[in-house]
C-alpha cells in the first residue's frame, strides 16, 4: 500500500515524513498556485522533503497533446523520476500513449467513471486516480465508482493501479482501501485526521496520572 500527501507545503511534508509512512507527495495546478511558489521552486524542496525513495508526482498544463508531452519531458529533464500527471481527455490519452513509448511514467488524472480510467490504464497510464469526494459533489457514488475500476483493472490492466484521489473523511479513504485500492493521496487535514482521537489523548492522560498517583514520578 502507498500513500502520499496531497500537498506542496513543504514544511508540512517534512514533519508528516517523520510521523507517518509517506510513499511520496503528489500535486496539482490548484495546489502549486494556492501554495503561491513557482513549480519549478516548489517542486525540488518536495523532491528533498521525501527523500531518495519517494515518488513525487506534477502536472502538465497544456491542453493539447504535444503540449503536454513536451512539458512532461520538462518536468523529467528538471525532476529526474517524477511521475507525470496526465488528464483523461482525448488529447490526454494520445499523450499518456506517446509518452509509455518514451519511458515516462504517467497518472491519468481527473478520472470521474471507471470507463475513462481503465481507458488511460489501457493507454498505459501505471497509476489512475479517480476523484472520490468530487463524484459524490456531482451526485455520483465515488466509492462504487472506485470498485468498478479496481475490478476493471484486476481483470483487464493489472500493470496499473489506482491512487485515489479527493477525499474529505478518513472514511472515504478506508473504504478506497477495503475495495482494494493499492495507493491514496491525502490532504493534509484528512491526513492528520487519522491520528486526531480525543479519545485517545484523555486515555493517556488517565495512565499517567494513575501512574503519578501510585509512583509519583512520569517514567517508569
Known amino acids: 500500500m502507498e500513500l502520499y500527501l496531497d ?24 495546489i502549486i498556485a494556492a501554495g503561491g511558489q513557482s513549480i519549478w521552486e516548489v517542486l525540488p524542496k518536495l523532491a528533498q522533503a521525501i527523500g531518495p525513495e519517494g515518488k513525487l508526482f506534477a502536472q502538465v498544463m ?4 504535444q503540449g503536454m508531452v513536451e512539458e512532461a519531458q520538462r518536468l523529467v529533464t528538471h525532476i529526474p523520476g517524477i511521475v507525470v500527471k496526465i488528464p483523461v481527455t482525448s488529447e490526454g490519452l494520445v499523450a499518456i500513449k506517446q509518452l509509455k513509448k ?7 488524472t481527473a478520472v470521474y467513471s471507471a470507463a475513462q480510467g481503465l481507458l488511460a490504464a489501457m493507454a498505459g497510464a501505471e497509476y489512475i486516480a479517480p476523484y472520490v469526494n468530487r463524484v459524490d459533489a456531482q451526485g455520483g457514488d465515488g466509492i462504487r465508482m472506485v470498485e468498478e ?72
Do not use: Y
Open 7 to 30: 500537498t506542496a507545503n513543504v514544511a508540512e511534508v517534512e514533519r508528516l515524513v517523520r510521523i507517518l509512512p509517506v510513499s511520496g507527495v503528489t500535486t496539482n495546478p490548484s
Open 62 to 65: 497544456k491542453p493539447d497533446a
Open 102 to 108: 518514451m519511458g515516462i511514467t504517467t497518472l491519468g
Open 149 to 220: 475500476l479496481q475490478s476493471l483493472l484486476e481483470q483487464h490492466a493489472p500493470n496499473s493501479k489506482i491512487l485515489a484521489a479527493s477525499f474529505k473523511t478518513p472514511r472515504q479513504a478506508l473504504d478506497c482501501l477495503l475495495a482494494g485500492c493499492e495507493a491514496i493521496t491525502l490532504p493534509l487535514d484528512v491526513a492528520q485526521q487519522f491520528l486526531a482521537a480525543p479519545a485517545v489523548t484523555a486515555a493517556i492522560e488517565k495512565f499517567e496520572q494513575d501512574w503519578r498517583s501510585a509512583f509519583g514520578q512520569d517514567g517508569l
